[in-house]
């Protein structure tokens, strides 16, 4: 995959650091990120300074930044994962790519090491194709192309804002889903690529994420947060939340997500069990928003990333915010966010078409 | 066999097109041998199709259609393997895989025989997942499940109607398409099915496909092509269009992946042309058509459904070519000579809409 057309200094590599010691994560990754910026944003909760091997272009962001550029004490609480959206604001570049710190990078099915960041960034360049399914998967790709039926008006297809990357060993599965199958892992290296059409609902998860900034930026945000919320992906539901808000923003934009390469490979961590009292407030909320999902519709006039989101966000406060204070302080999360976007001078979207 | 596969052998027909010979079937036969064969003998009828011995089978010449159908035969194509579709309606199963003489035994990328029909009856017999995206894809197959996020509700599934497969070896390209990349040869074995969400189009290739006859039969129509007619190779993608929708009325699944099979021969590029060539206008105004379509509530069956959706044809579609016109007529004929040849069916209610 060429990189050749994008420079290394259009790219931000956002890690939220749950963890201290990032040794063996940044190693791992070395080959791959040792090329560009890496923004590190401490979890504000991680107490004491983080480790970080020497070699990297980094900036780490602790606490007293987060709360400099924040101000006082809002709706939006950046703790745990959500604390990767605080690089997603101080970022100054078109492109992120975010994966958690217990992710290293995964081999395809002939033990080759892939290249995680190479797989996102030609994801984000080549077209989306949201209006037809193409049945040979990604038509940009080599070796595919669009099949005999696909409409031509359609074959130039539209930006690709969202790039949602796979795990593999520990697949990112509920706690009930994992405890039922604590032995359960991943191994299944699908060697494909492709946009989720427009008009259907996914869960996009966090753990493995690239997006164009300046598409979609500001439609990257904490907003939903647990009660119960805790530091393992079974225990926090944000960025389902978040990433559901991002494709009905897409669709509307008329700007694509694809899903599938590339992987990475996902280390054993927690126990599922243990975590399935916690998550399954998440798993309740899910049953309450999918109707207010597939129904919200955005107004014409909303053309860019923030308007779409302060729109969204009078959406959840209408229709969801008295059932439950949850998604009240979300919808408020949502508004104070892209009021911080803004004041943190952060660049306006590219209104969408 | 793997244990717990079913051979569906009593229930399910296998629907094979010809002009030339069935010496394919060789290949096939440890597959195909335990199944019923109809084979619709398309051209000439005065010629004799030999096929291997061994096998259990029907023939259908133009002479045998003209017979069975009376007038109603002026919705069959001739010189066109569109005729195939005869074969479902004579049918007497539950399920039909039709495959193209062309086409032979896949190899998976350890260099195991591809026993299509076997993932065919995994994927038909498991439920379809339309109303959410699943980003581990088919959450039924072995080895996958539902991921974070994914709605417990919607867990459960619809039926599978349709299973769609795909080929390595020669794609299946349009003419313009071929003409750029001659050399083009799909090498990439993806390995997985997923559902096509509810609400996408797609172009359903007919070279390697099953069905539910009880389910999605009727919708199953393949157009009027060839002998006679401004149109070829638009057959199945008509079909295909018709099915989608119809499937999405009445919450029925559509999945496309797995299985591959080994397609050996490239069509001639000026010939596809000429047949094509007027389907790649049209399709601009086909694909705006059924995209835009509904299916009133009252339509409960997919008669019903299929002949509510001739009457759009022909109201929406004549005004692009008379032909449509004619399809719509055909489309009618179609469902009438299905319900005489398959009175039980007819009254009952299929899927919900």
């Not at chain 1, 930044?65 to 604001?89: A, E, N």
């Not at chain 1, 039926?149 to 359609?154: E, H």
């Not at chain 1, 949602?164 to 290296?189: F, I, M, S, V």
Request: glycine letters at 6%.
């Amino acid at each position: 995959m060429a990189l050749e057309h994008i420079d290394d200094s259009e790219v931000d590599i956002v890690i939220a650091a749950l963890q201290s010691d990032l040794t063996s994560f940044l190693n791992a990754w070395r080959p791959l990120f040792s090329r560009f910026h890496l923004i590190i944003v401490q979890d504000p909760d991680l107490k004491g300074e983080l480790k970080i091997p020497q070699g990297f272009d980094h900036r780490v962001y602790t606490k007293s930044d987060i709360d400099q550029v924040i101000g006082p004490t809002t709706s939006i609480v950046f703790s745990g994962y959500s604390c990767r959206y605080f690089g997603y604001l101080v970022s100054r570049k078109k492109y992120i790519i975010s994966v958690d710190d217990d992710c290293l990078p995964a081999k395809d099915n002939d033990g080759n090491l892939t290249n995680a960041v190479s797989q996102h960034l030609a994801n984000l360049t080549t077209p989306a194709t949201p209006f037809f399914f193409n049945t040979l998967y990604d038509p940009f790709r080599e070796g595919a192309d669009f099949v005999r039926g696909y409409p031509f008006s359609l074959r130039s297809g539209v930006d690709c804002a969202l790039s949602c990357g796979l795990w593999l060993n520990l697949a990112d599965y509920d706690a009930p889903t994992q405890a039922l199958k604590p032995e359960h892992r991943n191994l299944h290296y699908v060697d494909a690529v492709m946009t989720v059409p427009a008009g259907t609902l996914m869960p996009i998860s966090g753990i493995n994420i690239a997006f164009n900034r300046a598409l979609v930026g500001p439609a990257l945000f904490p907003g939903l947060k647990l009660t119960g919320e805790g530091k393992l992906r079974w225990e926090t539901i944000e960025d389902i939340w978040c990433g559901m808000c991002v494709k009905v923003i897409c669709d509307h934009l008329s700007i694509g997500v694809k899903t599938g390469l590339p992987y990475v490979f996902r280390s054993d961590k927690g126990n599922p069990i243990e975590s399935l009292k916690k998550e399954w407030e998440g798993v309740k909320k899910m049953e309450e928003i999918i109707p207010f999902f597939q129904s919200v519709r955005l107004p014409r006039t909303a053309t860019t990333a923030e308007d779409c989101l302060l729109e969204m966000a009078k959406s959840v406060k209408d229709r969801l915010g008295g059932t439950d204070p949850l998604f009240a302080r979300a919808a408020e999360a949502m508004v104070e966010w892209v009021k911080i976007w803004k004041a943190a001078g952060a660049s306006h979207s590219t209104p969408g078409v | 066999m793997p244990r717990g596969i079913p051979l569906l052998k009593d229930e399910l027909d296998i629907v094979i097109p010809t002009i030339r010979n069935l010496d394919f079937l060789e290949m096939w036969r440890p597959f195909f041998e335990p199944y019923h064969l109809i084979i619709v003998q398309d051209g000439d009828p005065s010629k004799t199709i030999n096929v291997p011995d061994g096998f259990d089978y029907e023939l259908y010449n133009r002479n045998d259609i003209n017979r069975i159908l009376g007038p109603k035969a002026s919705c069959i194509s001739f010189k066109d393997s569109a005729c195939r579709c005869f074969g479902y309606m004579v049918s007497k199963k539950k399920y039909i895989f039709t495959i193209d003489d062309d086409c032979f035994v896949g190899k998976d990328p350890s260099g195991k025989p591809i026993n299509a029909l076997e993932q065919h009856i995994k994927n038909i017999l498991s439920p379809s997942t339309p109303f959410f995206f699943n980003t581990l894809y088919d959450p039924f197959r072995e080895g996958a499940d539902f991921v974070r996020g994914y709605p417990f509700s919607l867990r459960e599934g619809v039926p599978t109607a349709v299973s769609h497969g795909l080929w390595l070896n020669i794609p299946d390209y349009d003419a313009p398409t071929q003409l750029v990349k001659p050399r083009e040869r799909n090498t990439r074995y993806v390995d997985m099915v997923l559902t096509i969400p509810k609400g996408t189009l797609f172009p359903m290739c007919g070279m390697n496909l099953a069905f539910d006859r009880h389910l999605i039969g009727p919708a199953m129509y393949f157009g009027l092509m060839g002998d006679g007619q401004p149109i070829g190779r638009y057959d199945d993608m008509w079909a295909g269009w018709c099915t989608k929708v119809i499937c999405d009325h009445l919450n029925l699944g559509v999945k496309t992946g797995l299985p591959y099979i080994f397609h050996s021969k490239a069509s001639n590029p000026f010939v596809n042309l000429k047949k094509e060539y007027k389907g790649i206008f049209w399709q601009e105004d086909i694909i705006p058509f059924f995209q835009a379509v509904t299916l009133p509530k009252e339509c409960t069956t997919v008669q019903e459904c299929y002949i509510e959706l001739s009457k759009q044809v022909k109201e929406k579609l004549s005004k692009v070519d008379p032909y449509f016109d004619k399809l719509a007529d055909a489309m009618v004929t179609w469902i009438e000579a299905w319900d005489e040849l398959n009175p039980a069916g007819a009254a009952v209610a299929n899927g919900k809409a």
